[in-house]
């Protein structure tokens, strides 16, 4: 069907002309049948040179029909680009800091809440010794997203119509192609943060675990016969004992504290007789959970609870992943609950990515660098987002992780 309309358009000529390039046999007989051999004479011919068309592509070659009706018949009126939001929900509890840097460090000074003691008039004072601070370096991981930028249909029709429409489209591709692969970045990052209030240890694919050395107290399995959905075991009471680890252990201070349930942690949660029985004993005076509402990093706070002399927001985090193998899973472990204070002492740090120093070209900073290089041999556009990046809990003993579901 390619060259049909060329095929066509020359068996019609050559029919048309059959009778004058054979006048003189129409002219000395009209007889039908002779009438009928030049005819099929002429189809003859058309189709000899229909087999030459290979021959002769530049002087023949149209568009199909397909593709010629589509330019002609067709518009598109809506185009879904199937791109799911990336949320930061567990990002949110880490400050962001950027620096220009290969390797980040942190300062640690551990505190003390001791009481002074009083000494005897004419005696000296008691003398004190301030514990050292101690530092800490990390090299983050580097990550590098590429695309080719001129490997679609839409580059092609660019060069070949130059519309400006269609460059107008060619940008806007360009723009969504970058922030596909910068996601991919965005959701490594929301991963790594899982796995610091998780476990501590940030696993590698291509270099070393990075293991930020939390306390086996901050790393509770309840074990079989103290999990939740035994209905002799009071969540309260595990929920009281991981604030006293954040308070005491982590220094955390404040009335309020924030616990982020995993899916089936939350629902045994709110099936617990200690809970249930409660709320009907003091209708609601204690605890206030509500219909869920989602913010805009993607938590879902349900309302806030009584635990001991503190509120505790209760929080749900439902946002999944793509592993490698096509497979969707929850950033957070749907079996346990992690315990923050209002305002962990956490931060999102990032460094600086390899680059180039050309002519008067100043060092990029940022959390994501955006360039492009071309390969002139291969006729390729490449355009690449890079970033180095790595979330840090500062005061690691600011997590309580308690496994609560078997």
């Not at 087999?51 to 002609?72: E, H, T």
Request: hydrophobic share 45%; charged share 20%.
């Amino acid at each position: 069907m390619k060259k049909i309309f060329s095929i066509l358009l020359l068996g019609m000529a050559t029919l048309m002309f059959a009778p004058t390039l054979f006048s003189e046999s129409v002219e000395t007989s009209i007889v039908s049948n002779e009438l009928t051999s030049n005819i099929l004479l002429g189809v003859g011919v058309a189709v000899f040179i229909i087999g030459l068309i290979p021959m002769a592509k530049g002087v023949f070659s149209v568009l199909s029909v397909q593709d010629s009706r589509n330019l002609i018949t067709s518009a598109s009126v809506a185009k879904y680009i199937e791109s799911p939001m990336v949320f930061s929900f567990l990002r949110s509890f880490f400050t962001p800091v950027t620096k220009l840097t290969l390797a980040i460090s942190i300062e640690v000074r551990r505190g003390t809440e001791k009481l002074a003691v009083d000494i005897l008039r004419g005696t000296p004072g008691n003398m004190n010794r301030i514990t050292r601070s101690t530092e800490k370096m990390f090299v983050p991981p580097l990550f590098e997203e590429n695309v080719i930028m001129n490997d679609t249909d839409l580059y092609y029709q660019a060069i070949a119509t130059q519309s400006e429409v269609a460059f107008a489209e060619l940008a806007n591709e360009f723009a969504e192609n970058l922030v596909t692969i910068r996601e991919k970045i965005e959701r490594r990052y929301e991963y790594m943060c899982a796995q610091v209030l998780e476990t501590g240890i940030v696993t590698m694919v291509n270099g070393d675990n990075i293991d930020f050395k939390r306390k086996a107290g901050s790393k509770v399995d309840k074990g079989a016969g103290n999990y939740w959905t035994t209905t002799t075991v009071n969540p309260f009471t595990d929920m009281a004992a991981g604030i006293k680890f954040v308070r005491e252990q982590g220094k955390g201070q404040g009335f309020y504290y924030n616990a982020i349930f995993g899916e089936q942690a939350l629902d045994a949660f709110l099936a617990s007789p200690f809970y249930v029985d409660r709320n009907v004993l003091t209708v609601g005076l204690l605890d206030s959970i509500a219909p869920p509402i989602r913010n805009s990093v993607g938590g879902t706070l349900h309302g806030e609870i009584t635990v001991g002399s503190y509120k505790v927001r209760v929080w749900s985090y439902s946002e999944v992943y793509e592993d490698a193998a096509g497979v969707m899973k929850p950033y957070k472990d749907p079996k346990t609950v992690v315990i923050l204070p209002d305002n962990p002492k956490f931060v999102f740090g990032h460094a600086a990515v390899p680059q180039l120093i050309k002519g008067n070209t100043v060092p990029q900073s940022g959390a994501f660098l955006i360039d492009d290089y071309v390969n002139e041999e291969s006729s390729v556009h490449t355009m690449r987002v890079k970033s180095a990046g790595i979330p840090i809990p500062v005061a690691v003993d600011q997590i309580y992780t308690v496994k609560v579901i078997a």
